[in-house]
Structure formats: structure tokens, C-alpha cells
């Protein structure tokens, strides 16, 4: 019998974490000091992108992308609505006008032909760029993606908060990991404790481009810069310029230090996160009342989330957590979000999300699950379905 909770996604934090935490505490910096550019360092090879830059949470990074790109009041962007709601804010917070896109049924990603309808029932030049979400830690095929960017002249900001670690095998037979900006021009990465790595609040701007590297440095603190290089004038030492309007958008070297330690168990996570959904599929394969997460043999699926849908949804929620399983939702498709439908969305908008939405429920999908509990999920999951 299993007395405890269990949560549909939870941090591992070990001794190393802390040990590394409280390092940092004690030494000169608690922020601005050499943890950041370390833990920048080793996430961008982890990732394989050529730039990243860390920031207080996913939220301010897709701000930082969507500012950096240039997003401005009127620009109009693609989103997919099965995701958190910050990947649709990150546009209006520019002013930007968001356009929702629904979603494949079986990958639950943006769906590509819909893309291709859009885009071509509009005059070339309406839209400015696109924001997929690897949703669940399902990887897209960014190449397809950035032919279709590229024949209508859009920018593309992958919100790859689900994805660390995740890949698809391109047409050349390369594995191309999410977010490491070989095709897409900016993504974003999510540190909060239900993502893969944990450092309270966190997140990281990856992208493969110096311009834009550099504005997202300058933009993180306040606009100001010091470079030499850059200075309009120079009044000696202490002598600095704001040239943007930018933000704080710093994040902590004792955070960074718990990121670095983290990260080196990153691939390990991985490996268990893929245990653990080989064993659900094994479990639900042959139940017809159960549809499982989409996979095919050339991608890494990051299961961020084990989604399953199920007619009576409600009712197996509440079942589970009768039972202190503590299953979710996601997401209530953005577009049906109050501050969108204000806006214009409508029901109807992106049916395929909508119908998700009545039936999806994501089971505990995280490293430390262990296989006693995961049995328990399993056996309350089969008794009610
Ligand atoms: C978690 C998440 C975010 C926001 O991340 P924060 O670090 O909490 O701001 C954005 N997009 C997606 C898809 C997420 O899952």
C-alpha cells in the first residue's frame, strides 16, 4: 500500500545539489559571478546550441526572445494553444497579436498542414514569425518547420521548456536536439521544480546566433552595457550606457550552481523518464478505453508528461486522487483562456485541442516515481478505466 502523495511531477534535489547550493552562498557572489557563465556554458553543450543565457524564469526568457526578435504592436504570430499560457503572453506583452494554430492529434504539436492552410490564406508578409512548443517533451521536426518559416520570411521561438535532452533525426540522418538552434532562431528552456532540471524559479535562452545573443545579454540587465566596443562615449572606468529599454531578468548564482549539479544528472532523468513511459505503454497497450502518447522510432521523446486520454476524464481524475494521486491537466487550451476569448477566440477556433482538452489527464511522469508507485498508478488507472 502506498501512503504517500503522488504528484504528476516533482525535483530531485541530492546532497551534491545542496552541497553545490551552499558553496555558492558562501562564497563572493550570489549573483552576477562566475556560476552564471558556467552554468551557461554547460547547458548550451548540453543542449548543443552556441549561446545561452540564463534568466529568472521561462516567462521573463520568452519576453527576452520575443523583444530580442523584435515583436511589435500589431505583429501578428502563430501559437499553438496546447501549451501554458506563457507562450501565448510572451507576444502580447510586446503588443504583438497572437494567432492560434491547432494542434495533430496523435503528437498534439502544432499541426504543419494547418500551418501551411494559414499561412496561405493570407497575403505573404502577414505574419512575423512562429512559437511551437515540443509539448509533453514530444520533439518537432524543427526542418520542416523552418522550410515553411523561411518560404514565408518568419522567425521561429521554440519553447522547449517540455524538451531538454529530446532530438529528432533530420533528413541527413543527424540527430538535432530540441532547442539547440540550428533551426529555429531562439528557443526557451523552464527550470521550475516540475521541469526536468530544478532551480526554484530558472529558465535559458538558447540560440545559435551572436546579433541575437547579444541583444538578449543586453536586454537581461536593463539595457546597460559597459563594452568598450559598444559605448556611444566613454567618461573613463565606471562609465556605462543604457541604450534599451531592458529588465532584471537575472537569475541568481546559487541558482545557477544548483542548475550545474543538476544538469549532470540531466541525461540520467532522461533515461528514467523513458522507464517509466515504456512501462505505461506496456501496461495500457491492449486497454481500449486508453490512448497512449504518439512515438516513433526516430526521435527522443523528453516525456516531460505521460498524457493518456480517456472518455470519462472527470472521473478518473477524481478516482485518482481519491486515491492521493495527484493526476493533471494539460492544458485548457490557451485560446479558450477569458484574457483570449476577450480578445477574439472563439470555441470552434482550434478543434482538435478542444477535443484533446475533454480527455486528456497526465499521469506522474518523474526520475524518483518509483516502480512500486508507478504499479499503484498503473492498478488504480486499470480499475476505473
Ligand atoms: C513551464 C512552462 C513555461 C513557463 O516557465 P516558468 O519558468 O514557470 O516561467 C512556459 N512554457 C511552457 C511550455 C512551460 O511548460
Redesign the pocket.
Known sequence: MIDKAIPYGRQNITEEDIEAVVETLKSDYLTQGPKIAEFERTFAGYVGAKYAVAVN??????HLATRTLGVKPGDKVIVTPM?????ANCIRYCGGEVVFCDIDSDTYLMDIRKLKLLLGSYPKGTFKGLVP???AGYPHDMEEFRKIADEYGLWILE?A??APGGYFVDSKGVKQRCGNGVFSDVA?F???P??HIATG???MVTTNDKILYEKLILLRTHGITRNPLYLYENHGGWYYEMQELGYNYRLTDFQAALGISQLKRADTGLERRQIIANRYDEAFRNIAGIKMPYRTGDMLHAF?LYVIQVKDRLGLYNYLRENKIYAQV?YVPVHLQPYYRELGSRLGDCPVAEEYYKHCLSLPMYPTLTDEEQEFVIQKVLEFV
Open positions: 524564469n521561462a516567462t521573463v526568457g520568452l501549451t501554458f499560457a506563457a507562450s512548443v515540443d509539448f519553447d521548456c517540455h526557451v523552464s527550470f521550475h516540475v521541469k524559479e530558472g529558465g516531460h494539460h
